[in-house]
T-cell receptor, first 119, second 112 residues
Framework: GAVVSQHPSWVICKSGTSVKIECRSL??????MFWYRQFPKQSLMLMAT?????????EQGVEKDKFLINHASLTLSTLTVTSAHPEDSSFYIC???????????????FGNGTRLTVT | SQQGEEDPQALSIQEGENATMNCSYK?????LQWYRQNSGRGLVHLIL?????REKHSGRLRVTLDTSKKSSSLLITASRAADTASYFC????????????FGAGTQVVVTP
């Protein structure tokens, strides 16, 4: 159980275009989802917290107009990288917490990540 | 911002040996969690230890937590080649969303 599906697993796009990444919780409902970014051989950097039915909360230094997050249902959050540039190339990972487990003392369930390459 | 520091950054051992990695953090926590990441993949939750716990076991994994030193350790006993991965500690603080802040990670290579 507790499967998170992230799609696509990889995408190549041209500079200036927008890319949408989907994150779905398949067998549980997630009030809160988190989006991370990871550079090669580095740790995960939290970008934003996505809350169902409300605006996302962005971490300091993350441009909310560039990384649009929509959490329209209890099982789906999307991250749209707008007007992508080569420096946006990275590994993006979503995670979700089972809403029945509460925000504390419960694990996050991760998608398999999306490798974005902007040419 | 990253919460924790981990050491070592990289660890190379042979099958059957034990692997130990450490994690330090800076602020007060509700719990500390360890995750494993295989190359190019998402993270898999390994174990969660609450701030009022000192030690926890799960199969070949043993985690300790010392809140006075703000540190934790993960021990993998009798390692296998399949344990080759990056291991991250992550902490949950007192904010309202329970978001995780990750450490830098330890890259473990287990050779047959």
């Amino acid at each position: 159980g507790a499967v998170v599906s992230q799609h696509p697993s990889w995408v190549i796009c041209k500079s200036g275009t927008s890319v949408k990444i989907e994150c779905r919780s398949l067998d549980f409902q997630a009030t809160t989802m988190f989006w991370y970014r990871q550079f090669p051989k580095q740790s995960l950097m939290l970008m934003a917290t996505s809350n169902e039915g409300s605006k996302a909360t962005y971490e300091q230094g993350v441009e909310k107009d560039k990384f649009l997050i929509n959490h329209a249902s209890l099982t789906l959050s999307t991250l749209t990288v707008t007007s992508a540039h080569p420096e946006d190339s990275s590994f993006y990972i979503c995670s979700a917490r089972d809403r029945d487990r509460g925000p504390y003392n419960s694990p996050l369930h991760f998608g398999n990540g999306t490798r974005l390459t902007v040419t | 911002s990253q919460q924790g520091e981990e050491d070592p950054q990289a660890l190379s051992i042979q099958e059957g040996e034990n692997a130990t990695m450490n994690c330090s953090y800076k602020t007060s926590i509700n719990n500390l969690q360890w995750y494993r990441q295989n190359s190019g993949r998402g993270l898999v939750h390994l174990i969660l230890i609450r701030s009022n716990e000192r030690e926890k076991h799960s199969g070949r994994l043993r985690v300790t937590l010392d809140t006075s030193k703000k540190s934790s350790s993960l021990l993998i006993t009798a390692s296998r080649a399949a344990d080759t991965a990056s291991y991250f500690c992550a902490t949950t603080g007192a904010d309202s969303w329970g978001k995780l802040q990750f450490g830098a990670g330890t890259q473990v290579v287990v050779t047959p």
